[in-house]
């Protein structure tokens, strides 16, 4: 078992910069892949970013280099930078890390992150 939880969300303006947190109950990051989230209600959720357990790093085209993810082994976190935030991108975003040999998807609760003027 792995338990996830987000932090950082909040109500920021358009062009604003947030980076989100993650922090996890262990090391992962050897031997799951990680990655962020986000979901407006309605909506599947959508995949920002994923890491691999060697360490690729691969981001959604459709953010066009504003997120970068970044991990911190020793500290058993995860981040996410946000910058030239836009309203569309108000969501919960979610932290996730996927254990492919044991069957293991695990999420954090998410935090929310308002854009708006």
């Known amino acids: 078992q792995v338990q996830l939880m987000e932090s950082g969300g909040g109500l920021v303006h358009p062009g604003d910069s947030l980076t989100l947190s993650c922090v996890a109950s262990r090391d992962i990051f050897s031997s799951y892949v990680t990655g962020w989230y986000r979901q407006v209600p309605k909506r599947a959720r959508e995949s920002l970013a994923s890491?691999?357990?060697?360490?690729?790093?691969i981001h959604a085209d459709s953010l066009q280099g504003r997120f970068i993810m970044s991990v911190d082994p020793i500290k058993r976190m995860m981040y996410l930078q946000m910058n030239d935030l836009k309203p569309e991108d108000t969501a919960v975003y979610f932290c996730?890390?996927?254990?492919?040999?044991?069957?293991?998807?695990?999420w954090g609760r998410g935090t929310q992150v308002t854009v708006a003027p």
């Open positions: 996730n890390a996927k254990d492919y040999l044991r069957n293991g998807d695990y």
């Open positions: 890491r691999t357990s060697s360490g690729t790093i």
